[in-house]
């Protein structure tokens, strides 16, 4: 059974940062592309970023030099590091596995950016 665990989020002033973690179960993890999407209320789900197995990364342009995502193969986890948060950053955000036709999710973690 395939599970993802994400955790790390919560409530943070503008400004400040966070660190999501994500541990992986029921996979190999070092062959799944891993990624943090998010969704917004009365948004669609949106990818923030990705990291694929060779480490290689890519991030949307409203997270770039904000956001780092990396990868433990060892403790089969995947980290997104979030600085400089705007209220715009507010949303549940989701870990992610792939690999082919395969896609899991996690339950989600919900970060809230406010003064």
């Keep these: 059974q395939v599970q993802l665990v994400e955790s790390g989020g919560g409530l943070v002033q503008p400004g400040g940062s966070l660190r999501l973690s994500c541990a992986a179960s029921g996979i190999i993890f070092r062959i799944y592309a891993m990624g943090w999407y998010r969704q917004a209320p009365g948004k669609q789900r949106e990818l923030v970023a990705t990291i694929i197995t060779g480490g290689n990364t890519n991030y ?3 997270v770039k030099g904000r956001f780092t995502i990396s990868r433990d193969n060892a403790k089969n986890a995947v980290y997104l590091q979030m600085n400089s948060l705007k209220p715009e950053d507010t949303a549940v955000y989701y870990c992610t596995a792939g690999l082919g036709n395969q896609h899991y999710w ?10």
């Design 60 to 62: 949307a342009d409203s």
């Design 106 to 115: 996690g339950q989600g973690t919900q970060v809230t950016v406010s003064s």
